[in-house]
């Protein structure tokens, strides 16, 4: 009979519960970071998910007579925690660019994974007992001594003087990943539609409309920091910095003349891209939040199993081993009859418009508040991916529908026709949640009473990126029409004074349009130039020419 038991030490039963508390403690304490209630049921529903699978693991093995066998496989457990939490592989993968010793630059992941299993090795005897009792007080600690939350919805105020009423209110809004009306590909049901729409509506409401500008650059922090600093290249390279994983844009020529004019500024930024706390003019407030961050899923009116579904779903992809096994998966499965994985499991989630409501109330309500003379600048993810809602800013409830310009990791650059064809369709409904939502800002203006007197810029960073081929050196010859205007076509509307409406045919970058009209700078003749992706963070973006957006002679070439 004694045989038959499992359970013939104490550690045999520390093994059958240990794994229902490593990753569930990690579950919570990442939840609780990201603001949702211990007792939130989302958040209960991916923790009672997590204990299911961990006492599944348990069972097997308490089972197992190899106390080895049994550390070994707690050692993977233990790594992809300390992954999860600490970020432990990229903290591993920096010791080599810090280090004096060769052998740490070429093998440090292998000395650090090294390292957590001799130890786990070494303690195999009572490992199950020691991180049974380790991961127990984790748990309860965190229950009762929660982590402090991310940070969300900052507010930076500092002391400005009030804006003057002879000036005019400035709303700068940066529409992320808005394609221009004539970018948008006509041959895909409800294409046309929507440029007409899209036209029909701001000249409707006095902009003039550039429906073939396109931007310079495909990458969201090379464009605007070219932008907001006169359109030159030379900046591009020199504006932004990687610093506790922000960029930061390090020199603002268009805040610096808003200041000189004599505007108090307010700022709505994401923690992607941070025009706050540079060297320049003090901002009047800086709001903001977080462009990846799971927390805003606790508000959305989905089912709370969906809820759960996302925050296992972050939880895990915040682990680089999670995400190197999904590339590895897709690789394996890419074109092939046979997947055993859902396609969610290896899809990326990110949740960057949920933010979106969240920016366009703040801004709102400061319209209406603030006096006259001020400028708002907001950096928006929307129309960016995922396509989430529909045309009215409604969640949509079918998560498979959660579809981003690329389906899983690791397509290297790579889309299929169908996938394109999908994902703009949903993009389309975004694009008109957009429209609804700066319907509010403008009305927001006209109640005010600063409607006739504002001017309004809108415009995006980059254009839809649903393309085949992004425009990567990989790529380069065997770019299309499709792929360039879908990575470059960018939206560009303005209302001022001065200002005619209607729509401008011309083909113009949104940097030289910007420059000409904020920055006081001549117009010059547009040459079509832009610029591929960078193949790395320190590499010069790549210069290719692009035919006029529309022309009968779209193509590129590249100019080395």
Same mark, same amino acid.
């Given at each position: 009979?004694?045989k038959?038991l499992?359970?013939?030490?104490l550690?045999?039963?520390?093994?059958?519960v240990a794994?229902?508390?490593?990753?569930p403690?990690g579950?919570?304490?990442f939840?609780?970071?990201h603001?949702?209630p211990?007792?939130?049921?989302?958040?209960?529903?991916?923790?009672l998910?997590?204990?299911? @699978?961990?006492?599944a693991?348990?069972?097997?093995?308490s089972? =197992?007579?190899?106390?080895l066998?049994?550390?070994?496989?707690f050692?993977l457990?233990?790594?992809?925690?300390?992954?999860?939490?600490f970020?432990?592989?990229?903290f591993?993968e920096g010791?080599g660019?810090i280090s /004096?010793f060769?052998i740490?630059?070429?093998?440090?992941?292998?000395?650090a994974?090294?390292?957590?299993?001799g130890?786990?090795?070494?303690?195999r005897?009572h490992?199950?007992?020691?991180?049974l009792?380790v991961?127990?007080v !984790?748990?309860?600690?965190?229950?009762?001594?929660?982590?402090?939350?991310?940070?969300?919805?900052?507010i930076h105020?500092?002391?400005?003087e $009030?804006g003057?009423?002879d000036?005019p209110? !400035?709303v700068h809004?940066?529409l992320?990943?808005h394609?221009?009306?004539?970018?948008i590909?006509?041959?895909?049901a &409800?294409?046309?539609?929507l440029?007409?729409?899209l036209?029909?509506?701001?000249? &409707?409401?006095?902009?003039?409309?550039?429906?073939?500008a396109?931007?310079?650059? =495909?990458?969201? !922090?090379l464009s605007?920091s070219?932008l907001?600093n006169?359109?030159?290249?030379?900046f591009?390279?020199?504006?932004q910095k990687?610093d506790? %994983?922000?960029y930061t844009v390090?020199?603002n020529?268009?805040?610096e003349?808003l200041?000189?004019?004599?505007?108090?500024? +307010?700022?709505?930024e994401?923690?992607y891209l941070?025009y706050?706390?540079a060297p320049g003019?003090?901002l009047?407030?800086?709001?903001r939040v977080?462009?990846? #961050?799971v927390?805003?899923?606790?508000?959305?009116?989905?089912?709370d199993? %969906?809820?759960a579904?996302?925050?296992l779903?972050?939880?895990? %992809?915040?682990? *680089?081993i999670?995400s190197?096994?999904?590339?590895l998966y897709?690789?394996?499965?890419?074109?092939?009859d046979?997947?055993?994985l859902?396609?969610?499991?290896?899809?990326?989630?990110?949740?960057s418009?949920?933010?979106?409501p +969240?920016?366009f /109330?703040?801004?709102v309500?400061d319209i209406?508040? @603030?006096p006259?003379g001020?400028?708002?600048f907001?950096?928006i993810?929307?129309?960016?991916e995922?396509y989430i809602y529909? #045309?009215?800013?409604a969640?949509?409830g079918?998560l498979? %529908?959660w579809?981003?310009?690329r389906f899983d990791?690791?397509?290297n650059?790579?889309g299929?026709?169908?996938e394109r064809?999908e994902?703009?369709?949903?993009?389309f409904?975004?694009v008109?949640c957009a429209m609804?939502?700066l319907?509010?800002v403008f009305a @927001?203006?006209k109640?005010?009473?600063?409607w006739e007197r $504002?001017?309004?810029v809108l415009?995006?960073d980059h254009?839809?990126?649903?393309a085949l081929r992004?425009?990567?050196?990989a790529?380069?010859? *065997?770019?299309?029409?499709e792929?360039?205007?879908d990575a470059?076509?960018?939206f560009?509307?303005?209302r001022?004074?001065?200002?005619?409406?209607g729509y401008?045919?011309r083909?113009?970058?949104?940097?030289d349009l910007?420059?000409e009209?904020?920055?006081?700078?001549a117009p010059?003749?547009?040459d079509?130039?832009?610029?591929?992706?960078r #193949?790395?963070?320190?590499?010069?973006?790549?210069?290719l020419r692009?035919a006029?957006i529309?022309?009968?002679?779209?193509g590129?070439?590249?100019?080395?």
């Amino acid at each position: 009979m004694a045989k038959v038991l499992w359970f013939r030490e104490l550690d045999d039963w520390a093994a059958l519960v240990a794994p229902a508390l490593v990753l569930p403690s990690g579950l919570l304490a990442f939840g609780l970071f990201h603001d949702f209630p211990p007792f939130s049921p989302a958040l209960l529903i991916a923790w009672l998910w997590l204990v299911l @699978a961990g006492l599944a693991l348990g069972l097997v093995l308490s089972a =197992m007579r190899s106390k080895l066998a049994r550390s070994l496989i707690f050692g993977l457990l233990l790594i992809f925690y300390l992954d999860v939490q600490f970020d432990f592989i990229r903290f591993v993968e920096g010791l080599g660019d810090i280090s /004096d010793f060769s052998i740490l630059r070429l093998g440090d992941r292998v000395i650090a994974i090294g390292a957590v299993f001799g130890l786990v090795v070494l303690l195999r005897r009572h490992l199950s007992t020691i991180l049974l009792l380790v991961f127990g007080v !984790i748990f309860v600690s965190t229950l009762f001594i929660p982590p402090k939350p991310a940070p969300y919805g900052q507010i930076h105020s500092a002391t400005v003087e $009030s804006g003057q009423s002879d000036l005019p209110t !400035i709303v700068h809004i940066v529409l992320d990943g808005h394609i221009g009306p004539d970018g948008i590909p006509s041959t895909i049901a &409800g294409g046309p539609a929507l440029r007409r729409e899209l036209i029909d509506f701001y000249v &409707g409401e006095g902009f003039r409309v550039y429906g073939r500008a396109y931007s310079q650059y =495909m990458e969201s !922090i090379l464009s605007l920091s070219a932008l907001l600093n006169g359109g030159d290249q030379s900046f591009a390279d020199l504006l932004q910095k990687r610093d506790d %994983q922000l960029y930061t844009v390090e020199q603002n020529a268009y805040f610096e003349e808003l200041a000189a004019r004599g505007h108090p500024i +307010r700022v709505y930024e994401t923690d992607y891209l941070v025009y706050c706390g540079a060297p320049g003019p003090s901002l009047e407030s800086c709001y903001r939040v977080t462009a990846s #961050s799971v927390r805003p899923v606790g508000g959305i009116e989905v089912a709370d199993r %969906q809820k759960a579904k996302l925050l296992l779903a972050a939880y895990f %992809q915040s682990s *680089k081993i999670y995400s190197s096994l999904a590339k590895l998966y897709d690789k394996a499965t890419r074109g092939r009859d046979f997947d055993l994985l859902p396609p969610r499991v290896r899809r990326k989630e990110t949740f960057s418009p949920l933010e979106a409501p +969240r920016v366009f /109330d703040r801004l709102v309500d400061d319209i209406e508040s @603030a006096p006259p003379g001020h400028a708002f600048f907001a950096h928006i993810m929307l129309p960016h991916e995922p396509y989430i809602y529909d #045309s009215d800013c409604a969640v949509r409830g079918d998560l498979d %529908q959660w579809l981003g310009r690329r389906f899983d990791f690791s397509r290297n650059g790579i889309g299929t026709p169908a996938e394109r064809v999908e994902a703009y369709e949903l993009y389309f409904l975004q694009v008109r949640c957009a429209m609804r939502s700066l319907s509010r800002v403008f009305a @927001a203006l006209k109640e005010a009473g600063l409607w006739e007197r $504002s001017t309004i810029v809108l415009h995006g960073d980059h254009g839809s990126r649903i393309a085949l081929r992004d425009p990567i050196e990989a790529y380069l010859d *065997k770019l299309t029409e499709e792929d360039l205007v879908d990575a470059y076509s960018t939206f560009f509307a303005i209302r001022s004074p001065g200002v005619a409406p209607g729509y401008d045919p011309r083909s113009v970058s949104v940097q030289d349009l910007f420059a000409e009209f904020f920055l006081r700078r001549a117009p010059k003749p547009d040459d079509g130039v832009v610029y591929a992706m960078r #193949s790395h963070a320190e590499a010069p973006p790549k210069a290719l020419r692009m035919a006029p957006i529309g022309s009968d002679e779209s193509g590129v070439s590249n100019e080395d």
